[in-house]
């Protein structure tokens, strides 16, 4: 039988709660059973604001590393779900994430139509408005004419510091005051990705992209090794076979993912390792564990947080959801401080940048299409290989939401989807 979704669907709670049901019984059946998600999950924007508030405004973001705000006065701004904030370093050398919107009128303290660069330095900042002028830990310094104001006290009127962390190099904020630290959430990884010293390396490329995908298909398509051999035959796969690669077990905070090189290719690396030389681009990074230095590992942090290690660099994605069908990507790679002091180290990235380039041009590719398929009527939900465990392990994190948010249906029956699908055809 296919289904495809009913445009008559009822109602935005009948609707919420069907995928929900549909999410919960592919978790629940285990991957060998699994269905894919069903397209309303990646189309519906009732659907994304819900999971706004159940997941991005309950979980951490990350939005920056350290070395892109290395100095006091150094910020970057943007857009969260929403809200304008800038990141900055302090000249006590402490990272913040701020509100941007001004305690007086309301007015964004760093508009690009004013003439702020969405990344650069500062002294302190000035709302363009009215001339209040505030510090970099967003301390109000000045407000002119307020003398005659009864009871005006500056201490009472700095820019709202939202709860952030660093960790391993990376700036996380949340919206929620209650969520479990980074680093307890991130404790097991964090033993995992040490040898890597994230936090020493530097951002040495970043590339922007604007896309008409939703957040999820962005992070399946990432971590799936199954498309190695599909998409990436001339990119990823001869370098590392999808049927060779391997993903560990559900944790209820990431996904990891190992992509072993093929055999020949390591054969390659450790003659040239016999010789004292390196093989490809970057050094390898001293004191990797042996399994890591013939591997790339892909991880994704929930729900946002897109890691890769690698023998000689570091990959890492920053992607801000807009709406049901729209995401932000910055796609950056991270290197060692030995790395750009290699002779050939401008060489080498050119070849390492249009490394990236290329195969995430495939990858847009790829989710552009299935972002177009999730809006066909002809949709189906499909059935997942092995080489899917990650596709499963997401459904899992989702189901894990959709309960402690108090969101799983009282019983979701037989057919979950009741309300959203008809049956056609035979």
């Given at each position: 039988?296919t289904?495809?979704?009913n445009?008559?669907?009822?109602?935005?709670s009948?609707?919420?709660?069907?995928?929900?049901?549909a999410i919960?019984?592919s978790?629940a059946?285990g991957?060998?059973?699994?269905?894919?998600?069903p397209?309303?999950?990646?189309?519906s924007e009732?659907?994304?604001d819900?999971?706004v508030?159940?997941?991005?405004k309950?979980e951490?973001?990350?939005?920056?590393h350290?070395?892109?705000?290395?100095?006091?006065?150094h910020?970057?701004n943007?857009?969260?779900l929403?809200?304008?904030?800038?990141?900055?370093r302090?000249k006590?050398?402490?990272?913040?994430?701020?509100?941007?919107?001004?305690?007086?009128?309301?007015?964004?303290i760093m508009?690009?139509?004013?003439?702020?660069?969405e990344r650069g330095h500062v002294?302190?900042f000035?709302?363009p408005y009215?001339?209040?002028t505030f510090?970099?830990?967003g301390q109000?310094?000045g407000?002119?004419a307020?003398?005659?104001?009864?009871?005006f006290?500056?201490k009472d009127?700095?820019l709202?510091?939202?709860r952030?962390?660093?960790?391993?190099?990376f700036?996380?904020?949340?919206?929620?005051?209650?969520a479990?630290s980074?680093a307890a959430?991130l404790?097991d990884l964090?033993?995992?990705?040490?040898p890597?010293?994230?936090?020493?390396?530097?951002s040495?490329?970043?590339?922007?992209?604007?896309?008409?995908?939703?957040?999820?298909?962005?992070?399946?398509n990432?971590?799936?090794?199954?498309?190695?051999?599909?998409?990436?035959?001339?990119t990823l796969?001869p370098m590392?076979?999808?049927?060779?690669c391997?993903?560990?077990?559900?944790?209820?905070?990431?996904?990891?993912?190992h992509?072993p090189y093929?055999q020949?290719?390591?054969?390659?690396?450790q003659?040239?390792e016999?010789?004292?030389?390196?093989?490809g681009?970057?050094?390898p990074?001293p004191g990797?564990?042996?399994?890591y230095?013939?591997?790339?590992?892909v991880?994704?942090g929930y729900?946002?947080?897109?890691m890769?290690t690698?023998?000689?660099?570091?990959l890492?994605?920053?992607?801000?959801p807009?709406?049901a069908e729209?995401?932000h990507?910055v796609?950056?790679?991270?290197v060692?401080?030995?790395a750009q002091a290699?002779?050939?180290f401008?060489?080498?990235?050119?070849t390492e940048?249009?490394?990236?380039?290329d195969?995430?041009?495939e990858d847009?590719?790829?989710?552009t299409?299935?972002q177009?398929?999730?809006?066909?009527?002809?949709?189906?939900?499909?059935?997942m290989?092995y080489?899917?465990k990650?596709?499963?392990?997401?459904q899992?994190?989702?189901?894990?939401?959709i309960?402690?948010?108090?969101n799983?249906p009282?019983?979701?029956?037989?057919?979950?989807f009741?309300?959203?699908l008809q049956?056609?055809?035979?």
């Amino acid at each position: 039988m296919t289904s495809r979704i009913n445009p008559k669907a009822t109602s935005k709670s009948t609707s919420i709660e069907a995928i929900n049901a549909a999410i919960l019984e592919s978790a629940a059946a285990g991957l060998e059973h699994a269905v894919t998600t069903p397209a309303i999950a990646y189309t519906s924007e009732d659907y994304f604001d819900y999971e706004v508030e159940t997941i991005f405004k309950q979980e951490w973001l990350c939005l920056a590393h350290v070395s892109q705000i290395p100095k006091p006065g150094h910020y970057i701004n943007l857009d969260v779900l929403g809200e304008p904030i800038t990141i900055v370093r302090g000249k006590d050398g402490v990272i913040r994430v701020m509100s941007r919107v001004c305690p007086h009128r309301a007015m964004d303290i760093m508009p690009t139509g004013f003439g702020y660069d969405e990344r650069g330095h500062v002294k302190g900042f000035m709302c363009p408005y009215h001339s209040w002028t505030f510090a970099l830990d967003g301390q109000l310094k000045g407000a002119p004419a307020m003398q005659k104001t009864c009871h005006f006290n500056r201490k009472d009127f700095s820019l709202v510091e939202f709860r952030s962390e660093v960790w391993e190099g990376f700036v996380f904020m949340t919206f929620n005051p209650d969520a479990e630290s980074v680093a307890a959430q991130l404790s097991d990884l964090q033993t995992l990705v040490a040898p890597w010293n994230m936090a020493e390396m530097d951002s040495v490329t970043e590339m922007a992209w604007d896309l008409d995908i939703n957040w999820k298909n962005m992070i399946e398509n990432w971590m799936e090794p199954y498309h190695h051999m599909g998409i990436h035959v001339k990119t990823l796969q001869p370098m590392m076979p999808a049927t060779g690669c391997w993903t560990d077990e559900y944790h209820p905070h990431y996904t990891r993912a190992h992509l072993p090189y093929r055999q020949s290719l390591i054969d390659a690396l450790q003659e040239a390792e016999a010789k004292g030389e390196h093989f490809g681009t970057f050094p390898p990074i001293p004191g990797l564990p042996k399994d890591y230095k013939y591997e790339w590992t892909v991880h994704v942090g929930y729900p946002d947080f897109l890691m890769l290690t690698g023998p000689n660099c570091a990959l890492w994605y920053r992607m801000l959801p807009i709406s049901a069908e729209k995401i932000h990507l910055v796609t950056t790679i991270l290197v060692t401080k030995a790395a750009q002091a290699h002779p050939d180290f401008e060489q080498h990235l050119a070849t390492e940048a249009q490394a990236l380039k290329d195969f995430h041009s495939e990858d847009i590719e790829v989710c552009t299409a299935v972002q177009r398929g999730f809006n066909s009527i002809a949709f189906q939900s499909g059935r997942m290989s092995y080489l899917e465990k990650p596709v499963h392990q997401i459904q899992c994190y989702l189901a894990d939401r959709i309960r402690a948010t108090g969101n799983a249906p009282a019983d979701a029956g037989p057919d979950p989807f009741p309300a959203v699908l008809q049956e056609v055809g035979a």
